[in-house]
């Protein structure tokens, strides 16, 4: 097994013929349980509820829900087209902000479009191959942000980018798993994540698995890191990056994008080409999500606000894209992103010629 291969052993959803499986991240790090989703309408509760969540995970889980579909209405003899197509607006609809969602759910459709002969084999190599892409883009995705990171660095992250949130081996913590593997990165420091958690639930549990040396921080205490010269890189994942690189990630990235350029501190984005939305010109335009202020008001099932406070929970933020220092997709890296490097890089004619 090779040293990368050892930090690539956690299969968040897994698609097993009858039912999608998927690692309940409700539950973690308490609990190692699995979700059971029969159809479409249980993989998108499971999307809105997040039991799987990041945005490469939801494209994944989404996909596998129309296989789910397409079985459940071909064996009880409904007609296929109207079947899928309720159950893609189903599944689109469980989250706004990440595009892979819907990249997900047009790519499946393109594929059946393409060859509508066969559609249950169709769409299960469709699935199948939205996943295996996925994976790979992290792989090449974590040698090439490595390659950025001088020796011995501290970098900070955000949210959780790794298995659990992708086919496998993460994105942002892809590239911090490569960068640890060949020595670019000493120290690991995560953000706890406020509301949800998934720092300081997720991402410190795939980094102790790993051996990899990670300290938890509270959201608040970013900037005062930072300015402790102990951080390079701030590394972080997106859910959509807009035609000009504007990046809409986890509630927060956005202040740690201005405290990062403040002290000097480079920041870099890694996400896979199925997050780039050149349908979306800038991040004025992305929807951002706000779920129930109730996440805010409680804590751990317990509230801790007074009865009669109201709270705003928006869960995503754009990031400008003049704060970003590298993006780093499986196609290369793009130093300080902007609409005339996306497009040159993402736009038809050069997806064409790659
Ligand atoms: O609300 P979540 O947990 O789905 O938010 C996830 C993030 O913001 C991640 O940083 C993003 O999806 C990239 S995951 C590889």
Not at 219 to 242: E, M, N, P, S, T
Request: overall charge neutral.
């Amino acid at each position: 097994m090779s040293t990368l291969d050892r930090h690539d052993t956690i299969r968040a959803v897994a698609f097993g013929g009858e039912v999608l499986r998927l690692l309940d991240q409700r539950r973690l790090p308490a609990a190692e349980t699995y979700l059971e989703c029969r159809d479409a309408a249980d993989v998108a509760a499971a999307i809105r509820d997040l039991a799987v969540r990041g945005a490469p995970a939801i494209g994944i889980a989404a996909a596998w829900g129309l296989v789910l579909e397409a079985r459940r209405a071909t064996a009880l003899g409904q007609p296929l087209p109207a079947a899928l197509a309720a159950a893609s607006a189903r599944l689109a609809a469980a989250r706004p902000t990440a595009v892979n969602l819907a990249w997900a759910l047009a790519r499946m459709r393109e594929a059946l479009a393409r060859a509508p002969a066969d559609p249950l084999a169709v769409l299960a190599a469709e699935a199948q191959a939205i996943q295996d892409e996925d994976l790979a883009a992290n792989r090449r995705m974590g040698a090439l942000g490595a390659e950025l990171i001088a020796p011995g660095s501290g970098v900070l992250t955000h949210c959780n980018t790794g298995s659990l949130a992708t086919a496998g081996f993460g994105t942002a913590l892809g590239v911090i798993r490569a960068g640890f593997a060949s020595g670019k990165i000493a120290q690991v420091y995560a953000t706890e994540t406020r509301p949800w958690l998934q720092g300081a639930r997720l991402t410190m549990w795939e980094l102790v698995r790993d051996g990899i040396p990670a300290r938890l921080i509270a959201d608040a205490a970013a900037a005062h890191l930072l300015r402790a010269g102990a951080v390079q890189w701030v590394i972080v994942g997106a859910d959509r990056i807009a035609a000009n690189g504007d990046t809409a990630n986890k509630i927060g990235t956005y202040a740690l994008a201005i405290a990062a350029r403040h002290h000097g501190v480079r920041f870099m984005v890694a996400a896979p080409s199925s997050t780039v939305d050149l349908a979306t010109p800038d991040g004025t335009r992305i929807e951002i999500e706000e779920r129930d202020p109730a996440e805010l008001l409680a804590f751990a099932g317990q509230r801790t606000t007074v009865a009669g406070a109201v709270a705003w929970n928006p869960v995503f933020d754009v990031t400008p894209a003049a704060l970003i220092d590298a993006l780093v997709t499986e196609r290369g890296v793009i130093e300080r992103p902007d609409a005339a490097r996306l497009r040159a890089a993402f736009a038809p004619a050069a997806r064409g010629a790659a």
